[in-house]
Protein backbone atom coordinates (compact mmCIF):
# COMPACT_ATOMS: atom_id res chain seq x y z
CA UNK A 1 0.00 0.00 0.00
CA UNK A 2 1.61 3.32 -1.05
CA UNK A 3 2.26 5.91 1.45
CA UNK A 4 2.65 8.83 -0.47
CA UNK A 5 1.15 8.95 -3.99
CA UNK A 6 1.76 11.21 -7.09
CA UNK A 7 -0.54 11.75 -10.51
CA UNK A 8 1.34 11.49 -12.78
CA UNK A 9 4.27 9.95 -13.15
CA UNK A 10 5.27 11.99 -16.56
CA UNK A 11 3.84 14.91 -17.55
CA UNK A 12 4.96 16.40 -20.84
CA UNK A 13 3.34 19.51 -21.98
CA UNK A 14 4.14 22.88 -24.27
CA UNK A 15 5.25 26.25 -22.80
CA UNK A 16 1.77 28.35 -21.44
CA UNK A 17 -0.12 25.50 -20.65
CA UNK A 18 -1.47 25.22 -17.24
CA UNK A 19 -1.26 21.39 -15.46
CA UNK A 20 -1.59 19.63 -12.27
CA UNK A 21 -0.18 17.45 -10.05
CA UNK A 22 -1.88 15.07 -7.50
CA UNK A 23 -0.45 14.34 -4.28
CA UNK A 24 -2.22 11.85 -1.57
CA UNK A 25 -0.87 10.45 1.43
CA UNK A 26 -2.59 7.43 3.46
CA UNK A 27 -0.17 7.89 6.39
CA UNK A 28 -2.71 10.19 8.95
CA UNK A 29 -0.01 12.65 8.64
CA UNK A 30 -0.58 16.35 9.55
CA UNK A 31 1.90 18.14 7.70
CA UNK A 32 2.01 18.01 3.51
CA UNK A 33 5.28 19.51 1.68
CA UNK A 34 6.00 20.19 -2.31
CA UNK A 35 9.67 20.02 -3.50
CA UNK A 36 11.32 20.96 -6.88
CA UNK A 37 14.33 19.02 -7.76
CA UNK A 38 16.14 19.89 -10.78
CA UNK A 39 18.71 18.70 -13.47
CA UNK A 40 21.19 18.79 -11.02
CA UNK A 41 19.21 17.33 -8.08
CA UNK A 42 19.38 20.04 -6.26
CA UNK A 43 16.15 19.84 -3.75
CA UNK A 44 14.58 22.76 -3.04
CA UNK A 45 11.01 23.35 -0.62
CA UNK A 46 8.29 24.92 -2.36
CA UNK A 47 5.39 24.64 -0.07
CA UNK A 48 4.32 23.67 3.71
CA UNK A 49 0.96 22.56 4.02
CA UNK A 50 -0.22 22.03 7.88
CA UNK A 51 -3.79 20.78 8.48
CA UNK A 52 -4.78 21.81 5.21
CA UNK A 53 -3.72 25.58 5.88
CA UNK A 54 -0.46 27.07 4.08
CA UNK A 55 2.45 27.62 6.41
CA UNK A 56 5.50 28.11 4.41
CA UNK A 57 5.53 29.82 0.80
CA UNK A 58 9.12 29.47 -0.31
CA UNK A 59 8.96 32.69 -2.78
CA UNK A 60 7.29 30.44 -5.52
CA UNK A 61 6.02 32.41 -8.29
CA UNK A 62 2.22 33.20 -8.10
CA UNK A 63 1.94 30.85 -11.28
CA UNK A 64 2.21 28.04 -8.94
CA UNK A 65 -1.33 27.66 -6.68
CA UNK A 66 -1.32 24.56 -4.19
CA UNK A 67 -4.24 23.13 -2.85
CA UNK A 68 -5.15 20.90 0.06
CA UNK A 69 -8.97 20.06 -0.07
CA UNK A 70 -7.78 18.11 3.05
CA UNK A 71 -5.49 16.50 5.34
CA UNK A 72 -4.47 13.54 3.24
CA UNK A 73 -4.37 15.25 0.09
CA UNK A 74 -1.74 18.06 -2.00
CA UNK A 75 -2.38 19.13 -4.81
CA UNK A 76 0.06 21.79 -6.94
CA UNK A 77 -1.66 23.75 -10.07
CA UNK A 78 0.87 25.56 -12.51
CA UNK A 79 -0.36 28.39 -14.80
CA UNK A 80 1.27 29.39 -18.16
CA UNK A 81 4.14 26.72 -17.40
CA UNK A 82 7.67 28.01 -18.75
CA UNK A 83 10.52 26.00 -19.62
CA UNK A 84 12.42 26.64 -16.66
CA UNK A 85 9.79 24.52 -14.59
CA UNK A 86 10.95 21.32 -16.06
CA UNK A 87 12.46 19.40 -13.17
CA UNK A 88 11.10 16.54 -10.87
CA UNK A 89 8.44 17.32 -8.37
CA UNK A 90 8.16 15.56 -5.60
CA UNK A 91 5.16 15.50 -2.85
CA UNK A 92 6.09 14.38 0.68
CA UNK A 93 4.47 14.65 3.88
CA UNK A 94 5.35 14.11 8.03
CA UNK A 95 3.84 14.16 11.29
CA UNK A 96 4.75 17.98 12.28
CA UNK A 97 4.96 19.45 15.52
CA UNK A 98 8.23 19.97 16.91
CA UNK A 99 9.39 16.32 17.60
CA UNK A 100 11.78 16.34 14.28
CA UNK A 101 9.62 13.95 12.50
CA UNK A 102 11.33 12.46 8.99
CA UNK A 103 9.12 13.31 6.15
CA UNK A 104 8.20 10.35 3.41
CA UNK A 105 8.16 10.89 -0.25
CA UNK A 106 6.46 10.06 -2.96
CA UNK A 107 8.29 8.52 -6.37
CA UNK A 108 7.74 12.19 -8.06
CA UNK A 109 6.28 13.76 -11.32
CA UNK A 110 8.95 14.46 -14.11
CA UNK A 111 7.56 17.35 -16.06
CA UNK A 112 9.16 18.44 -19.03
CA UNK A 113 7.76 21.98 -21.02
CA UNK A 114 8.80 21.91 -24.32
CA UNK B 1 22.08 31.52 8.21
CA UNK B 2 21.44 27.94 8.73
CA UNK B 3 22.58 25.56 5.98
CA UNK B 4 23.91 21.99 5.33
CA UNK B 5 26.94 21.21 2.83
CA UNK B 6 28.17 18.01 1.56
CA UNK B 7 31.64 19.11 0.28
CA UNK B 8 31.72 16.20 -2.06
CA UNK B 9 29.69 15.78 -5.20
CA UNK B 10 30.83 11.96 -5.52
CA UNK B 11 32.44 9.45 -3.29
CA UNK B 12 33.82 6.04 -5.07
CA UNK B 13 34.28 2.98 -3.30
CA UNK B 14 35.02 -0.50 -3.74
CA UNK B 15 32.09 -3.33 -2.43
CA UNK B 16 32.97 -4.43 0.94
CA UNK B 17 35.37 -1.54 1.97
CA UNK B 18 33.74 1.12 4.70
CA UNK B 19 31.95 4.17 3.22
CA UNK B 20 31.81 7.81 4.40
CA UNK B 21 29.80 10.43 3.34
CA UNK B 22 30.61 13.85 4.70
CA UNK B 23 28.30 16.67 6.11
CA UNK B 24 28.71 19.39 7.82
CA UNK B 25 25.79 21.98 9.20
CA UNK B 26 25.52 25.39 10.76
CA UNK B 27 22.35 26.51 13.01
CA UNK B 28 22.37 28.05 16.04
CA UNK B 29 21.12 25.74 18.92
CA UNK B 30 20.44 21.99 18.98
CA UNK B 31 20.35 20.86 15.41
CA UNK B 32 17.62 18.00 14.18
CA UNK B 33 19.31 16.22 11.33
CA UNK B 34 18.77 13.71 9.16
CA UNK B 35 20.33 11.63 6.51
CA UNK B 36 18.31 10.42 3.03
CA UNK B 37 18.79 8.13 0.16
CA UNK B 38 17.54 8.92 -3.70
CA UNK B 39 17.43 5.37 -5.86
CA UNK B 40 17.59 6.72 -9.62
CA UNK B 41 14.02 7.44 -10.43
CA UNK B 42 12.54 7.24 -6.83
CA UNK B 43 11.70 9.55 -4.11
CA UNK B 44 14.22 10.18 -0.78
CA UNK B 45 13.80 7.72 1.60
CA UNK B 46 14.40 8.34 4.85
CA UNK B 47 17.97 6.58 6.32
CA UNK B 48 18.38 7.93 9.76
CA UNK B 49 18.27 11.17 12.15
CA UNK B 50 19.87 12.70 15.12
CA UNK B 51 17.51 14.71 17.48
CA UNK B 52 18.75 14.16 21.02
CA UNK B 53 20.81 11.39 23.11
CA UNK B 54 23.16 9.07 21.93
CA UNK B 55 25.80 10.28 19.59
CA UNK B 56 26.09 7.37 16.97
CA UNK B 57 22.40 6.73 15.22
CA UNK B 58 22.40 3.77 13.61
CA UNK B 59 19.71 3.39 10.56
CA UNK B 60 18.39 1.28 7.79
CA UNK B 61 20.39 -0.72 5.52
CA UNK B 62 23.59 -1.19 7.94
CA UNK B 63 24.15 3.01 7.99
CA UNK B 64 25.00 4.73 10.61
CA UNK B 65 26.09 8.52 11.64
CA UNK B 66 28.08 10.20 14.01
CA UNK B 67 26.80 13.29 15.64
CA UNK B 68 30.00 15.51 16.20
CA UNK B 69 28.90 18.83 17.79
CA UNK B 70 32.40 20.70 18.39
CA UNK B 71 32.98 19.76 14.47
CA UNK B 72 29.50 20.83 13.62
CA UNK B 73 29.34 17.20 11.34
CA UNK B 74 27.02 14.26 10.94
CA UNK B 75 28.74 12.08 8.20
CA UNK B 76 27.28 9.17 7.34
CA UNK B 77 28.78 5.48 7.54
CA UNK B 78 28.20 2.06 6.59
CA UNK B 79 31.28 -0.56 7.58
CA UNK B 80 30.86 -2.61 4.38
CA UNK B 81 30.06 -1.09 0.92
CA UNK B 82 27.96 -2.84 -1.18
CA UNK B 83 27.02 -1.93 -4.89
CA UNK B 84 23.14 -1.79 -4.08
CA UNK B 85 24.15 1.02 -1.75
CA UNK B 86 24.85 3.59 -5.01
CA UNK B 87 22.51 6.14 -5.12
CA UNK B 88 22.59 9.92 -4.06
CA UNK B 89 22.77 10.85 -0.59
CA UNK B 90 20.76 13.59 1.10
CA UNK B 91 21.83 15.11 4.14
CA UNK B 92 19.19 17.48 5.84
CA UNK B 93 18.68 19.54 9.01
CA UNK B 94 15.25 20.87 10.40
CA UNK B 95 14.76 24.36 9.49
CA UNK B 96 14.55 26.04 13.05
CA UNK B 97 11.73 28.70 11.55
CA UNK B 98 9.71 25.41 10.41
CA UNK B 99 6.95 26.21 12.74
CA UNK B 100 4.75 23.54 13.36
CA UNK B 101 5.97 21.70 10.01
CA UNK B 102 9.15 19.43 9.64
CA UNK B 103 10.76 21.38 7.09
CA UNK B 104 13.89 20.78 6.44
CA UNK B 105 17.23 22.12 4.75
CA UNK B 106 18.87 19.95 2.16
CA UNK B 107 22.44 19.56 0.78
CA UNK B 108 23.21 18.99 -2.47
CA UNK B 109 23.66 15.44 -2.39
CA UNK B 110 26.37 13.02 -2.35
CA UNK B 111 26.54 10.55 -5.21
CA UNK B 112 27.95 7.35 -4.03
CA UNK B 113 29.22 4.56 -6.40
CA UNK B 114 30.14 1.21 -5.44
CA UNK B 115 32.01 -0.65 -7.95
CA UNK B 116 32.74 -4.36 -7.48
Known amino acids: DTAVSQTPKYLVTQMGNDKSIKCEQNLGHDTMYWYKQDSKKFLKIMFS???????INETVPNRFSPKSPDKAHLNLHINSLELGDSAVYFC?????????????FGPGTRLTVL | AQSVAQPEDQVNVAEGNPLTVKCTYS??????LFWYVQYPNRGLQFLLKYITGDNLVKGSYGFEAEFNKSQTSFHLKKPSALVSDSALYFC??????????????FGTGTRLQVFP
Open chain 1, 92 to 104: ASSQGGLAGNEQF
Open chain 2, 27 to 32: VSGNPY
Open chain 1, 49 to 55: YNNKELI
Open chain 2, 92 to 105: AVRDIRSYNTDKLI
